[in-house]
Nanobody, 118 residues
Framework: QMQLVESGGGLVQPGGSLRLSCALS????????MGWHRQAPGKERELVAS???????YYDDSVLGRFVISKDNDKNTAFLQMNGLKPEDSGMYFC????????????WGQGTQVTVSS
């Protein structure tokens, strides 16, 4: 059973940085996408960045140039480096796994809260 645990959220001033971590336990068979999603109060959850098992990445336009997604296969951990944070980046951040044969993300963490405020 795949389990994901996020950490690294917190309160930061506009322009600041945070690094989120996602620790994965369990084994993924085959190719997959690992994605960081964000959900702000009253809004739908949205994908902000993803990384394929081979290493190719995707970024939503709202975070392109400010966020960097990466993973350490040896440590079974994924990261989201967030720079130049804006108040609109606030929300609950979730990491999730989508096996490439699936149409949607099926393994989810519990989330970590990010608040950008002065």
């Amino acid at each position: 059973q795949m389990q994901l645990v996020e950490s690294g959220g917190g309160l930061v001033q506009p322009g600041g940085s945070l690094r989120l971590s996602c620790a994965l336990s369990g084994h993924i068979y085959g190719l997959y996408f690992m994605g960081w999603h964000r959900q702000a109060p009253g809004k739908e959850r949205e994908l902000v960045a993803s990384i394929r098992s081979g290493g190719s990445t995707y970024y939503d336009d709202s975070v392109l140039g400010r966020f960097v997604i990466s993973k350490d296969n040896d440590k079974n951990t994924a990261f989201l480096q967030m720079n130049g944070l804006k108040p609109e980046d606030s929300g609950m951040y979730f990491c999730a796994i989508r096996p490439i044969v699936e149409d949607e993300y099926i393994y989810w963490g519990q989330g970590t809260q990010v608040t950008v405020s002065s």
